[in-house]
């Protein structure tokens, strides 16, 4: 046995196969152990050792001594195999003396395993081939045959490489049974050679039996898949060329396709709905049917076109009104108004075909209210009802903003605690959670350490810095004690603070980083990183020297508000206990005291005169002090952004740490910024609530970062605007700057992320619609915002109730862009008529459901334009629902 591990050990592939081939089933079985500790041994050594060379060998070696089918396939699988795997033929040639049912149970469990283990496909093959066992149908084997197709044979054409697989049927619908294509989507090709195409000839010629193809066909475009593999089965469909009555077989599978089915499949399924109603094989009972589901899909080419099908289908059957229009009437509720339209169009040419259907023509009325207050009428006047009447005024009713709340005391149980940081560790969390934890960590430390360590301890013993050998690869006080590049996360933060209190960072170590402090480069968010990570390190050399009795700036509100009175109590506690305040907690606190209440500020700030403490004094020149403007601004451009810049704010300037005092220095444009490394957004919560009653000090670091959703790729950074919204403090250049950006955003999780900021500010009173309005107009303009985006946003916020809202948003951006459609354009400014038509439809919408009148600059030029262009049909539209009778 010693000569079969030196075998393996040296890589002999050849040499271990024949010498375990010599060996009885016992003596084999006995190899095992020896073989294990070996596997176990390279796992452990470095990935570029020479050692690399054993596990082909190693492989063989296995698989030949595990005598069960089940070991055996676990073995050869296994992750540490797979870039390292023997030849199949070479293994193949190892396991020949089986039997073949071990050898079918092998190739099974093979098969079995996800396409990700990556098991070669002539090993799985070979061993069914062996066997003479059924093949093996699953994802793993499937992938693994279309590689090897794809990727085999030469010059020999597809179609003739498919014809000599002696197991195609079984396999070609292994192919449309496949969870997901993303693997081999790029090898079934286009046009001629493809698959398609070779599939499709191999069904014409027999080889394939037709009527399993079309029905696996059909069935896997219900079923859906990876957002691209219609691509491979819609056209292969085609090229099956249904002939009229296999298409009549499957109506209900077109109903289904119509209705659910991702857009390019969904209009062929239309297409041969369509075909088969015109040509009499549809009744309009199943065409009411397939049509419900489409008139009510997103698509507005999708809907217009069923329109036009139902309007032919009652132009050649009137008598099918009865059937047909109540699913027209579904139509009315689009949010297009022009889909609206053709519906209502439809309608009124055929309402006298209902005079005996009173029950129809009632449910169509019914759907009519869900019309355009203009469209609303005419429908009216078609059904013979009364037309609703148009409320005198109209009320704006805004969804409530979200309401703050307070924040729970710190939990007066140890292991309570111990719960909430393990939560925290655990996930993001929010503000008040990780401020209570902070709070709550000071106060229990202060009270009995020995207790915090003891509820702390199942939370500790799962953490790196407890491990003997930590996987991340620092010692835990070089980890803790960088500075250059250790600006602390709130997690991070966590992970620190209960370091300390087990000891695992010396007082040494922590004392010297918080007198150190961050030596990383600038950038515009610098400031508030530095001031987390200086509170953050403070409590942590706090929690080993001298525990504080609690924390000063804990907030009073989620939002990071602490009520003045509030703070006052907490000094009086530290005097009492003689306590001695951290400079970085009392700074924030001093930060986060709230101000706008001016008979509470001064109330509270003679109170704090009386404790009689330097604390005390400080805090009350602050609360009696005027409340201080917002610093300058100016914008500033690059490319397509508008960026803005601050000036200082003296008042951060004087006995504050250096960290803190960084939030009120002025912030420019461009420079450091773009060497920022704050990448992640988890702690811009964090931001709003160190200065939460000055939130344009916050916003113009973020104008920046925000661009980049609109003109760029950047994901995710709008989360952060709902908060900036319900925080406090004058919502000015940069708050809006901030909103205009997500509204105009790539993605739409963004762009839902800013249309909710925008009706918080509405619902608080503090949304400049002209100024929001304005900047989205230059933005447009300058190409930063696409008007497509923020037309769907506009919509969006609309659906709300937000209509007048809305309208006298685009009522300032609107005259911008028509501007430039009358002009022509500027130099550097090209017209954006390429989505104007939207914006002026949802415009419309908004009018004529506010009632708004009055005159928009430049909106007559376009309406006066020759044509049926959306952008032309919009703007008449909304000259109507204004009533402008003058010229612009």
Request: charged share 25%; with cysteine; aromatic share 6%.
């Amino acid at each position: 046995m010693s000569a079969v591990l030196e075998a393996v050990r040296a890589g002999r592939v050849g040499e271990t196969a024949l010498l375990v081939g010599k060996l009885a089933d016992a003596e084999r079985r006995a190899l095992l152990p020896g073989l294990q500790a070996l596997r176990k041994e390279l796992r452990a050594a470095p990935w570029e050792s020479r050692s690399e060379r054993t596990y082909p060998a190693l492989q063989v070696a296995g698989a030949m001594c595990h005598s069960g089918a089940a070991a055996a396939a676990t073995w050869i699988a296994g992750a540490d195999m797979r870039w390292r795997q023997v030849p199949a033929d070479a293994l193949l040639k190892a396991l020949a003396d089986r039997d073949t049912g071990w050898q079918a149970d092998v190739a099974r469990r093979l098969a079995a395993r996800p396409v990700s283990a990556d098991v070669p496909f002539l090993l799985m093959a070979g061993l069914v081939r062996r066997s003479g066992c059924e093949v093996p149908v699953t994802d793993a084997y499937v992938v693994g045959w279309v590689r090897y197709i794809g990727h085999s044979w030469g010059r020999v054409p597809l179609v003739d490489r498919l014809r000599a697989e002696p197991d195609l049927a079984p396999l070609v619908n292994g192919l449309f049974e496949l969870s997901d294509l993303g693997e081999v989507r790029w090898l079934f090709g286009e046009g001629p050679g493809s698959w398609q195409s070779a599939l499709a000839e191999l069904t014409g010629t027999g080889v394939l039996e037709r009527k399993a193809v079309v029905d696996a066909c059909v069935a896997r475009l219900l079923r859906g898949g990876g957002p691209t593999d219609h691509r491979v089965f819609l056209p292969l469909l085609g090229k099956l060329a249904l002939t009229r009555e296999e298409e009549r077989e499957r109506v209900a599978d077109w109903t289904a396709l119509a209705r659910d089915a991702a857009s390019p499949v969904a209009a062929h399924a239309q297409s041969v709905l369509a075909a088969l109603a015109l040509d009499g094989d549809l009744t309009p009972r199943r065409l009411a049917e397939a049509s419900e589901g489409l008139l009510f899909r997103a698509e507005k080419k999708l809907v217009r076109a069923q329109l036009v099908l139902l309007g032919k289908v009652l132009a050649r059957d009137p008598s099918a009104a009865a059937e047909l229009l109540p699913t027209v009437a579904q139509a009315f509720g689009h949010e297009d108004t022009q889909v609206q339209e053709r519906a209502l169009k439809l309608v009124e040419r055929h309402a006298k075909r209902l005079d005996g259907e009173p029950a129809v023509r009632s449910g169509i009325a019914v759907a009519a209210e869900r019309l355009s207050p203009a469209l609303r009428v005419r429908a009216a006047d078609a059904l013979g009802i009364a037309a609703t009447p148009v409320p005198d005024s109209y009320e704006e009713v805004l969804p409530p903003a979200p309401e703050p709340f307070r924040l729970a005391p710190a939990p007066d149980s140890a292991v309570e605690l111990a719960e909430e940081i393990g939560a925290l560790l655990a996930s993001e969390g929010d503000v008040a959670a990780f401020e209570r934890a902070l709070d709550g960590l000071a106060r229990h430390a202060h009270r009995d350490q020995d207790a915090l360590r003891e509820a702390l301890e199942p939370v500790a013993a799962t953490r790196w810095w407890k491990q003997s050998e930590p996987s991340r690869g620092w010692h835990t006080e070089e980890y803790f004690g960088n500075t250059r590049y250790g600006l602390l996360a709130a997690r991070d933060g966590l992970e620190l603070l209960l370091a300390s209190l087990y000891g695992a960072v010396s007082s040494d170590v922590l004392l010297a980083a918080l007198r150190r402090g961050p030596v990383g480069h600038e950038c515009a968010h610098t400031g508030f990183s530095r001031v987390l990570d200086l509170r953050l390190r403070e409590l942590a050399h706090r929690l080993r020297t001298d525990p504080q009795p609690l924390l000063l700036a804990t907030p009073t509100w989620s939002t990071g508000l602490l009520e003045p009175g509030e703070l006052v109590d907490r000094l009086d506690a530290y005097r009492r206990l003689g306590a001695r305040v951290g400079a970085a907690d009392f700074a924030q606190a001093l930060f986060r005291v709230r101000r706008e209440d001016r008979a509470d500020a001064l109330a509270a700030a003679e109170r704090a005169v009386a404790l009689g403490t330097p604390e005390g004094e400080r805090l009350a020149r602050l609360l009696s002090a005027e409340e201080v403007a917002v610093p300058p601004s100016r914008r500033r451009t690059s490319g397509p952004r508008i960026l803005v810049e601050s000036g200082e704010v003296p008042e951060f300037q004087a006995d504050f740490p250096e960290e803190f005092r960084r939030l009120g220095r002025p912030v420019t444009a461009f420079g450091e910024s773009r060497y920022c490394y704050h990448w992640g957004q988890e702690n811009h919560p964090h931001w709003l609530a160190a200065l939460p009653e000055r939130r344009e000090l916050v916003a113009v670091r973020l104008v920046h970062d925000l661009s980049w959703t609109a003109v760029g790729d950047q994901r995710g950074a709008t989360a952060v605007l709902p908060l900036l919204a319900e925080s406090g403090g004058p919502a000015g250049e940069s708050t809006h700057l901030c909103v205009a950006y997500g509204l105009g955003a790539r993605h739409p999780e963004d762009r839902l992320a800013a249309v909710d900021a925008l009706l918080v500010l509405a619902a608080r009173a503090q949304l400049d619609t002209e100024r929001l309005g304005a900047d989205l107009g230059q933005l447009v303009r300058r190409g930063a915002v696409k008007p497509l985006r923020l037309a769907e946003s506009a919509r969006t916020a609309a659906a709300t109730g937000a209509n007048a809202t809305i309208w006298e948003m685009l009522r300032h951006t609107l005259p911008v862009l028509l501007a430039d459609l009358a002009t022509g354009g500027t130099a550097g400014a090209p017209v954006a008529a390429r989505g104007l038509g939207e914006l002026l439809s949802v415009a419309a919408d908004c009018a004529e459901r506010s009632g708004s009148r009055g005159e928009l600059p430049h909106l007559s030029g376009a309406a006066a334009r020759r044509g049926s262009s959306r952008l032309v049909v919009q703007a008449r539209r909304l000259w109507d629902a204004l009533a402008v009778t003058a010229a612009a």
